[in-house]
C-alpha cells in the first residue's frame, strides 16, 4: 500500500505547539520559519512517497543478506540512498559548519518520521549516521571533526553505534574490548562487537565505527569504559579512505522484523588491532556515548510513530474497500464497507489517536530541544533542556509501546488478511516489535524517568510539567466548548494520577526500591499517556482559534473529534496504571524466585 506523510497534521504541531514562529526568532533560525517547514515538510513527503516507500515491502520479502565478509543491501537501497544524500536530507538539521542546512530538530524530526514510515530497515542508517556526528560535535577532537564530520553530514559515509557484546548487553560495565594505547597515539581496538546496525553494508564508501573499549590498565564497570572512531576504511591526510581497517564483519541476524536492515556481528583486531582513535579522555566513553543514545532514543520514539502512522494509513484504506456484514444501525440494508461498523471505528479511532498524540507529544518535545540550545536567554534554555530530557524517555518508552498496540490493531482490523504476509499488515506489527528493545528497552527508559528524571530532583520537573497541564486544563474549561469540557475533565483525573505516582517515586526510591522500579515501567506509560493527551488537548485550543478564522474546517473538526477520542478512551488508562502502581507495589516481588 502506498504512503503519504501527513504534512498537514505536522505542520499544524509546527505552528501551533511547536510555536516555529517562535524558534524562527531564536539566533540561527531566522530563516527556518513556517514558508521554510512547508517546504521542506513537501519535498521530503515527495521524496518518500515516490522514493523509498516502494522499496519496503519488497525489502523485506528479499533482505540485505551477507557473503564473503561483505553486506549486499536490498535491490533499490543503494539509488535511493544516492538520493536521499544528493538531496541533503542527511544534512538537515546538522550545522553549516560542516555542510548542513543547520535547521531546527522540529522540522528535521517531522522528516525523519516520513523515512521512517517509508522504510523502517532503510531510515536506519542515516539515523545512525546523526547519532555519530552528533558525538563527534560533542567530544571529538578538532582534528576527529575535520577528518569525519563533513563526510558523514553529506551522508558520504555513514555512522554506526558499537555498544553491545556478547556479554554485554543493557549493562556496558561488561564491556570487555580492548585498547592498547600506541606510540603515535592511535589506539589497537580488539573484540567482538553484536547487534551493530548497518555494521557493514555497500551504501557508502566508508563506515565510522564509533567503538566502546577499555584501555589497558583502566578502572572495572562503566568507569573504565572509552569511546574511539575506528573507520572501516583508514583515512588518507587528503580525506580520501585508504587501507581497509582490521574490522570484518563475521555475520548478519535474520530478524523477525526490520529483516533489510543488515544487523552486523563485526570483529575488532585478529590480523594485528583496528586502528582506532580515542574521543575526548579515556575513561569517559560511556559519557560521549550517551549523547550518541540520547539522540537515538528520540529517533526510536519517532520511529514508532512512523510505522503507526503507515499501519494506520493501510488500516483506514482497507476499512473503506473491504465488504462484510450488515451495519448493526441498518444504515445499509445488505453488507457494507467494515468501516461502518462501530468495533472497526473503535479501533482505528485508537489507532488515529494514539498516532497523532505521540506526534504532537514529539514535535513539543523537538521545539523544547531547539530552544534548549539556541535560546538567548540561559534561563530559557535552562528550562526547557529539563522539559526535554523528562520527555526523552517517554517519547522513546510510550511512543513505541504505542506502536505495538496500533501496528496490532492493523492487523486485527485487516481480520485474517492481516495475518498473511501479502497485504503488508503484518509487516508493519513484525517491524515494530524491535523498537521498545533497541536503544534501551523500556525498562531502562522507565528506570531512568524514575531515578534521573523524578527522584533526583525530588519532583520538581515532574510538578512543574503539571501546572503546565492544568493551565491547559484551565484554558479548555473556558473555551466553553463540550468537546474542551470533556478534555479537560479527563486531563485533570490524568494529571491527579500523574502526580500521586511521582510522589510516590520519590518516596519510595530509597525506603523501598523494590516498589518504586516495580512500577516504573506503568510509571512511563502513564506519563507518556499523559503528555500525548497534554498536547491533544492544546491542539483542541488551537483548532477551534483557527476554526474561529475560518481555516480549514474539516481539518480541525477531526482533529477536535480526535482530541475528545483521546481524552474520553485513552487518557483515563492512567487511573488504573496509578491505582497498580501505588496499591499494587507490594504485589510485584510476592512470589518467591524458586515459584517461577
Known amino acids: 500500500m502506498s504512503y503519504q506523510a501527513p504534512v498537514q497534521d505536522m505542520l499544524f504541531n509546527i505552528e501551533h505547539l511547536a510555536r516555529i514562529d517562535r524558534i524562527a526568532q531564536m539566533p540561527g533560525f531566522e530563516e527556518a520559519g513556517l514558508e521554510t517547514a512547508q517546504a521542506v515538510l513537501q519535498e521530503c513527503a515527495r521524496f518518500n512517497a515516490e522514493v ?21 543491501t536490498s535491490k533499490g537501497f ?9 538531496g541533503g536530507w542527511q544534512a538537515l538539521q546538522h550545522p553549516a559548519a560542516w555542510g548542513g542546512q543547520g535547521l531546527p530538530k522540529t522540522i528535521g524530526a517531522a522528516c525523519s518520521e516520513m523515512l521512517n514510515s517509508a522504510c523502517l530497515s532503510f531510515a536506519l542508517c542515516p539515523l545512525l549516521t546523526d547519532g555519530a556526528i552528533e558525538a563527534l560535535l560533542t567530544a571529538g577532537s578538532e582534528e576527529l571533526k575535520a577528518t569525519y564530520l563533513a563526510k558523514l553530514v553529506s551522508g558520504q559515509w555513514t555512522g554506526t553505534m558499537n555498544l553491545t557484546e556478547p556479554q554485554a548487553g543493557s549493562d556496558l560495565a561488561l564491556v570487555r574490548a580492548r585498547a592498547q594505547p600506541q606510540p603515535d597515539g592511535t589506539y589497537r581496538i580488539f573484540g567482538t562487537k553484536i547487534f551493530i546496525t548497518y555494521g557493514e553494508h555497500d551504501l557508502a564508501e566508508n563506515i565510522v565505527h564509533l567503538t566502546l573499549a577499555r584501555v589497558e590498565g583502566a578502572p ?16 588518507h591526510p587528503d580525506g580520501t579512505p585508504g587501507t581497509r581497517n582490521d574490522v570484518v564483519c563475521t555475520s548478519i541476524e535474520h530478524k523477525l522484523g526490520i529483516k533489510a536492515s543488515p544487523t552486523a556481528a563485526l570483529q575488532f583486531g585478529d590480523g594485528g588491532g583496528a586502528v582506532g582513535y580515542l574521543v575526548g579522555e579515556e575513561n569517559r566513553g560511556l559519557e560521549y556515548m550517551f549523547i550518541m543514545m540520547n539522540a537515538a532514543r528520540y529517533a526510536v520514539g519517532l520511529q514508532g510513530v512512523a510505522v503507526a502512522e503507515r499501519a494506520y494509513q493501510q488500516a483506514a484504506a482497507y476499512a473503506k474497500e473491504r465488504v462484510q456484514s450488515r451495519p448493526v444501525d441498518g444504515s445499509v440494508r445488505g453488507p457494507a464497507a467494515i468501516i461502518r461498523h462501530p468495533d472497526v471505528r473503535r479501533m482505528l479511532m485508537t489507532m488515529r489517536a494514539l498516532t497523532e498524540g505521540c506526534r504532537a507529544m514529539a514535535t513539543t518535545a523537538a521545539a523544547a530541544y531547539d530552544a534548549a540550545h539556541h535560546h538567548p536567554d540561559a534561563a530559557v534554555r535552562a528550562q526547557n533542556r529539563a522539559f526535554y530530557e523528562f520527555l526523552v524517555p517517554l517519547v522513546k518508552g510510550y511512543s513505541t509501546e504505542m506502536s505495538l498496540e496500533v501496528t496490532s490493531l492493523g492487523v486485527q482490523v485487516h481480520g485474517g488478511m492481516g495475518f498473511m504476509e501479502e497485504t503488508g499488515a503484518a509487516q508493519h506489527y513484525r517491524d515494530a516489535r524491535i523498537l521498545p528493545i533497541y536503544e534501551g528497552t523500556t525498562a531502562i527508559q522507565a528506570n531512568d524517568l524514575v531515578g534521573r528524571k523524578t527522584a533526583r530532583d525530588g519532583g520538581q520537573t515532574a510538578r512543574a510539567i503539571a501546572a503546565r497541564i492544568e493551565a491547559t486544563e484551565q484554558d479548555l474549561a473556558a473555551s466553553g466548548s463540550a468537546e474542551a469540557q470533556s478534555i479537560a475533565a479527563h486531563l485533570a483525573q490524568a494529571r491527579r494520577a500523574f502526580l500521586d505516582v511521582a510522589d510516590f517515586m520519590v518516596d519510595k526510591t530509597q525506603s523501598d526500591p523494590n516498589a518504586a522500579y516495580g512500577g516504573s515501567v506503568p ?29 480549514e474546517a474539516a481539518f480541525m473538526h477531526a482533529k477536535i473529534a480526535t482530541a475528545r477520542f483521546y481524552a474520553e478512551h485513552i487518557l483515563p488508562r492512567t487511573r488504573a496504571l496509578r491505582d497498580a502502581i501505588v496499591d499494587g507495589a507490594q504485589s510485584v516481588m510476592g512470589l518467591p524466585v524458586e515459584a517461577f
Open 220 to 235: 572495572e564497570g562503566v568507569k573504565g569504559i572509552s569511546l574511539f572512531v575506528v573507520p572501516k576504511f583508514l583515512v
Open 523 to 551: 510509571y512511563l506509560m502513564l506519563a507518556g499517556n499523559l503528555a500525548a493527551g497534554w498536547q491533544m488537548g492544546r491542539s483542541v485550543l488551537a483548532a477551534q482559534e483557527q476554526l474561529k478564522a475560518g481555516k
Open 52 to 72: 523509498v516507500a516502494p522499496l519496503n515491502h519488497e525489502a523485506d520479502e528479499a533482505p540485505s543478506f551477507w557473503a564473503d565478509r561483505a553486506v549486499t
Open 78 to 86: 543503494r539509488q535511493a540512498f544516492r538520493q536521499y544524500t544528493e
